[in-house]
């Protein structure tokens, strides 16, 4: 319908839900309250999926709602912003606009691409070390690749005339965009601050008993991570190849624009009842490839994680896996699912939107390399864990 195309439709049917569950008959034994704290609850997810605001804007008027209608006191509703892993990722933010205004990004983006630019898979591994670089200190992947890795490629490909305009975004373009965003949805599994969402999974997770650092996280996701990143770019360059092999200028031009640029400056339940009785080992698996392909029906990873990471991982927990290891595997899912759709991330519709790649290719390569991540997450990734003693 024409209206829910509207900022104001889209608005008008947040409200509609809440208010029709917040005003529908109370379940006995639940708490009135609680009710309608889930009505806030569903109100915000449909909110951060169809987004008619950006999500802080959505989150500050869902804090008001809860706070206004007294189902929680001001100080239970601002406690979150006490968190330490709030103000971590707040600062990280803080970082990372550093790296974008003061050029340092793009300065290192294009010294990788003077050591690496010669061939096309060179460039590819170029952009991939460079969002990797920047991961830790940039929990926006949204920022990351519309502000210093979609410039660079760009770049790129008006050197080499590879542009959807001239039909000659399979030159190098089209190859250099699957790249990007397969590997960044690895790069953004890998950190706990490389992706907004996942200081949300270690809160979650803390309130399930869950401990997860930094240090945790990165350890758990380094030896998968790595290799899926040199993988990846292997598999489409064999099955997805570039017309354009060889790019020798691309390290000249990349040593031209670090001159232009000067001296470095300073810089700032249903799966519940299927898998009931299951060793805990094989319902991880299966629960982690429902938890992957659903995100086919979401727009939002951050809606998705709000809408199914607790219950996935309550109900991994109960069946006897480990809570640490659960804790992050899911945590790490909740980032490797963001190349599957053009919709299914900030950096997808980011690189979508410059037109080099049709939507049927899209979703083939998005399913088809899901099917070589997957595995190495779940049985090298699980070697791996091992040898850490999460199980």
Partial sequence: MSILKTRIGRMLLILLIGISIWFSPVPESIDPRAWHLMAVFAATVIGLIISPYPLGALAIFSLTVVAATGLLSIKEVLAGFADPIIWMIACAFFISRSFIKTGFSRRVGYLFISKLGHSSLGLAYGLILTDLLFAPAMPSTAARCGGIITPLFRSISDVYESNPEQSTERKIGAFLVQCIVQCD????????????????????AGEMGITITWVSWALAAIVPGLLSLTIIPLLLYRFYPPELKKTPEMRTLALVKLKEMGPMSWF????????????????????????????????????HISAMYTIFVS?????????????????????????????????????????????????????LISLVVIPIWLIIGSAWWSVLGFW
């Fill in 268 to 303: 700032g339940a249903s799966i519940a009842g299927s898998v009931q009785g299951m060793n805990w080992l094989p319902m991880m698996g299966i629960l982690l490839l429902a938890y992957y392909y659903s995100h086919y029906m979401m727009a939002s990873a951050i809606a």
């Fill in 185 to 204: 949805a690895i790069i953004c599994a890998m950190f706990l601050t490389s992706m907004a969402g996942n200081p949300m999974i270690g809160k979650l």
């Fill in 315 to 367: 109900i991994t927990i109960a069946a006897g896996a480990p809570p640490m290891l659960t804790g992050l595997v899911f945590g790490m899912f909740s980032n490797l699912y963001m190349a599957t759709t053009h919709y299914s991330g900030g950096p997808a519709a980011i690189l979508f939107g410059c037109n080099f790649i049709p939507l049927t290719t899209w979703w083939k390569i998005g399913f």
